[in-house]
């Protein structure tokens, strides 16, 4: 059987013997979209925009920019039709965001840059570092952040959640969100980032999730934390998969871009093929990582060499994100070979982050059959960062999180 799994802005194939072939995993959001984006604006939003001298539009992140482009089009239209100046409106886009043009005069549309767009602290956020956001949404009566909520292996969710902080941040305090002098969970990010966001005035969020074909079957338009706990639970539902056992090989494209944009990215979606997978079998990724390795600190954390129980040791005391997704890396190659095909050069995969290059899938995937035999069990997942795999059966051991 052969399967074409997403690869950055393309697709790569694998060809799985049928006779091997256990389980394909994906989302279980299906169905066709009957999202109408027009019909989404309430009369109570309406009279909040009315009164709302500097009204912001922050456009996010999304794995269909189609889409998120056109839910912006139309939340300004809709705007526009109630009565609200469009002299009153500005575009924001994050850096993540896609390229908008025409929907606005050029002048009310402007893209946060985290080293050169004019910053203001975040007063009402109390927490281990100070965040300092963009002043234009500092400065808006009203704010409406556009995006997808997605799956996020380590922090619980991203996309929507992550609009504001670090999506609007200045570098420097963005950075600083990621180190602490104390432990914490990579979950506290998340709620972290949500109380960053929720610290500002009258916040409202136009959210969506989407389908496996990438169309959006759910939307919601209403205050932040309303419109995220709306989604986030037809995120979790839709995400969570079941095998029927586990397996030898686990055969999984990160998801493409924006999942697989680098490595220290990529690693974040690891854990959905580790839970199915028995111990001391092979991972097989798909992850093209145009940008490279990543952040500089998951370069040194992993190029330390140091056995698991070291770094953890550290993470203890001293909390670093990308130093806690380097610790996790190498406690799964303690129990698990670990395949990758990207365009990162072989002698860093191999030297500097001890996984196995492979220039194919194919070729990594005969690599892994050789070495546990050509009747090992396979698992596919097409798109690992949004599924949260179980198996009835529990595997003998995956890499456990730290």
Not at 74 to 93: D, E, F, H, Q, V
Not at 160 to 170: C, M, Q, R, V, Y
Not at 282 to 289: K, Q
Not at 341 to 356: A, L, Q, Y
């Amino acid at each position: 059987m052969e399967i074409w799994l997403p690869y950055g802005l393309s697709e790569v194939p694998v060809r799985i013997p049928e006779e091997n072939l256990i389980d394909i995993l994906q989302p279980q959001i299906g169905g066709e979209s009957k999202v109408d984006f027009d019909r989404l604006l309430s009369d109570s939003i309406v009279t909040a925009a009315k009164i709302s001298e500097k009204i912001c539009i922050v456009v996010g992140e999304s794995r269909n920019s189609n889409v998120i482009l056109n839910a912006t089009n139309s939340l300004i239209t809709g705007l526009t039709r109630a009565g609200i100046p469009s002299s009153s409106l500005t575009l924001l886009g994050t850096p993540r965001s896609p390229a908008i043009s025409g929907v606005l005069p050029d002048n009310q549309i402007i893209r946060h840059s985290p080293v050169n767009s004019s910053m203001i602290r975040c007063e009402g956020f109390s927490g281990d570092f100070s965040p300092s956001i963009n002043k234009i949404v500092v400065d808006a009566s009203m704010t409406i952040i556009v995006g997808e909520l997605m799956r996020n292996h380590f922090t619980g969710i991203a996309g929507l959640s992550d609009i504001i902080f670090p999506g609007l941040a200045s570098e420097e305090s963005a950075h600083a969100q990621l180190i602490c002098s104390k432990p914490k969970n990579p979950h506290d990010l998340c709620t972290e980032r949500i109380a960053v966001a929720s610290s500002l005035s009258n916040i409202y969020a136009l959210g969506f999730a989407l389908n496996r074909n990438m169309s959006p079957v759910h939307v919601r338009l209403g205050l932040l934390n309303e419109t995220i706990e709306y989604l986030d639970e037809i995120v979790r539902i839709a995400s969570t998969v079941q095998a029927s056992k586990a397996a030898e090989i686990v055969v999984m494209s990160v998801g493409g871009m924006p999942f697989d944009e680098s490595l220290s990215r990529a690693v974040e979606a690891f854990p959905s093929g580790l839970s199915v997978l028995k111990r001391n079998g092979a991972l097989v990724v798909a992850a093209e990582c145009s940008s490279g390795h990543g952040n500089s600190d998951f370069y040194a954390w992993a190029n330390e060499h140091k056995e698991p129980r070291h770094l953890e040791a550290r993470l203890r005391h001293r909390f670093n994100y990308d130093g806690w997704k380097a610790a996790f890396l190498t406690r799964a190659l303690a129990n698990h070979r670990i395949y990758v095909v990207s365009t990162i050069p072989d002698h860093h995969i191999e030297h500097t982050f001890g996984m196995r290059p492979a220039k194919t899938m194919n070729t990594a995937l005969q690599s892994a059959q050789r070495a546990l035999g050509a009747d090992a069990s396979i698992i596919a997942i097409p798109n690992a960062s949004q599924v949260i795999p179980s198996v009835s059966a529990k595997p003998e051991q995956s890499a456990s999180q730290i």
